[in-house]
Structure formats: C-alpha cells, structure tokens
C-alpha cells in the first residue's frame, strides 16, 4: 500500500462494532480501513450458537455471523487487512499509525478493539471454550438450562452472574481460589441466600474434562488448604474473572478509566484531560464494560460511524 494514501476513517478491530462501523461508513462511501488486529472477529469468533442478536429466528454461529458482516463491509467498500498496531501517534494530523514495516495515516480513528476475556489458561479449558466453557452469561445461560454448572470467580460479577444463571440451572458452584470473596457484601448475601447457588472456597480448577467429546463433562478441582483433589460433576463453566480492555496502546494519549476501558462521552466520543478528542471515537466492549452484548457492540459501532461522517463533512471531505 503506498505510504502517501491518508485514509478518511480507520477502523480498529472487526468484532461486531468494527464491522458495524465498516459497513456504515462504507456505504458513505468512506472506504474505510479495517484492521483486524490480535483477535480478528472479537469474541463473537469463538462463540457458538448465539440466540439473542435481532434477525436469526433460529440462532446463528458466531464465527458465521461475523463472516456475514465482513461481507456486507467489503461489499459496500471497506478494506479489510489482518495487521496489528505496533504504536500509533495521535498528535499529529492526519494520525500516524505504525504497523511495524509500515506507517499508514487516517483523517479520523474508530478504536473497536475490544475487551478480551480473563481466562485459567488450562490447555483443556481452551481446547472447550464454545463446548461448554464461556465467558458470558447472558449469551449462554439458556444452554445451561436444568443442568448443574460452575461459576468461576469471587467478585460482583461472579455472584451477579450466578445468580443469572440460577433461571437456568439446577445447581450454581461459585468456585473461588481465595478463602476470601471479593464481592460487595449486598451481593455475596444475595448469592448466599439462594437456594441453588453453593460456594467452594480455596479451590481452583486443575482440569476440564470432556475434551475428546468436545463437551464439558466436570472439572477436576483441588482445596488449596487440604490439598484434597475430586472431580466436581457440572455440564458448564462459566468464567467470571473479568475481562481485559485492549487499549494499553492508548495510555496517556486518551483518558482510560481505573481499569482500563476507554472513558467516552455520549457513548462514542474519546477525551483526554476531560476534552473531547476531534476526530477519534471509540465503541464497542473497549468502552462498554457494563452490558459486552453483540448488538449493543454494533449499535454504538454505527454511532461512531455517523459521527465520523458528520466530522469529516464539517472538514470539508
């Protein structure tokens, strides 16, 4: 690609917010760039069925969904390009951004790089990740119905997300690896007090068994103060222990909040100091750490791309 093309709009990430973004301002005839960065398709990749994104009466496979929308993003113009950000200089206009043997330069910049999952990196537990262990509750609760799981984590969101998930199974398992749970106490009681939800304390997971089956058949856990080791009988893993905002890249030259996430005023707009920065928008899970859904990706993903439209026509382009 020539080093002299400046590029109205680039796009990083092409989850369900990049691609979103690609497509609308494709059709504004933006030719956007897309670069897929270190997880091309976001989350949505390693996901299976997902029920719950408007237009699929049947459900859709995530990675098919997410190869449909490069499509109508293609189609309509973007340019996709497996490339990841090596450093990036937002001083300067047009913004540099070095992508190691290369430097490409853009009029304006959607950050849709999102938030990766906190995973215990067993190999067995990635080799199930789609078959029985996940990172979203509410993406995959319905699957879990009337059988026993475990929830993996000892914060706020591990008990809101076990308690979620009690409309669904018979039995919840907080596994926590700490003697000490690090929710809030109004959430530890709720948990508590459930009659489906149990706690194991001092414990980590050593093992998930099923991977021949490609199907999560109990975990092998171990008490930390014991030592003791015994197979715990669930059909479902639920990660709890939070997610990790692909933004490092950004420190210092847009305000992230305390861990991490991209701050944004009125959903898309970036700052840095409390002002908002001209030209740069961000959407998606790197700025959304509350709901982390497909659409709410998108939806924020096409309001990045309608303000990058107006800002560009109010600079003449």
């Known amino acids: 690609m020539p080093e002299n093309i400046t590029h109205d709009t680039v796009i990083l990430g092409s989850g369900c917010a990049g691609l979103t973004a690609a497509i609308y301002t494709g059709r504004a005839n933006l030719k956007p760039l ?9 989350q949505l990749s390693i996901t299976t069925l997902v029920e719950n994104f408007p237009g699929w009466p049947e459900g859709v496979q995530g990675p098919d969904l997410i190869e449909n929308m490069k499509k109508q993003a293609v189609r309509f113009g973007a340019e996709l390009r497996l490339a990841h950000l ?5 001083s300067k206009r047009p913004f540099a951004l070095n992508l190691g043997k ?3 330069h853009a009029r304006t910049l959607i950050i849709a790089s999102g938030a990766s999952a906190r995973w215990l990196n067993l190999p067995s537990e990635q080799a199930l990740i789609g078959h029985g262990v996940t990172s979203c509750a509410t993406c995959d609760g319905f699957f879990a119905s009337g059988k026993e799981i475990a929830v993996i984590g000892g914060g706020d969101t591990a008990m809101e997300e076990a308690l979620f998930l009690t409309r669904f199974a018979t039995k919840v ?3 926590n690896r700490s003697e000490k749970f690090r929710a809030s106490k ?3 009681d709720r948990a508590i007090a ?4 149990k706690f194991l304390s001092s414990t980590v997971v050593e093992e998930v068994l099923g991977v021949e089956d490609k199907d999560v058949k109990g975990l092998r856990v171990k008490n930390k103060v014991s030592g003791e080791a015994y197979v715990l009988p669930v059909s479902f893993m639920f990660l709890a222990i939070g997610h990790i905002p692909n933004a490092e890249a950004f420190r210092g030259m847009i305000d992230l909040d305390s861990e991490g996430y991209i701050i944004t005023r009125n959903n898309v707009f970036t700052t840095l100091n409390g002002e908002i920065l001209p030209g740069i928008f961000a959407c998606g899970d790197i700025q ?3 709901y982390r859904q497909a659409i709410t990706a998108a939806g924020s993903g096409c309001m990045a791309a309608l303000e990058v439209e107006k800002y560009l026509e109010e600079h003449g382009r």
């Open 288 to 290: 959304d750490r509350r």
């Open 173 to 175: 398992t907080i596994i």
């Open 194 to 197: 459930h009659p489906k939800v």
């Open 186 to 188: 109004i959430m530890l």
């Open 102 to 104: 290369e430097t490409i």
């Open 34 to 42: 897309v670069l897929e960065g270190h997880e091309p398709g976001g």
């Open 86 to 90: 090596s450093s990036i200089d937002l």
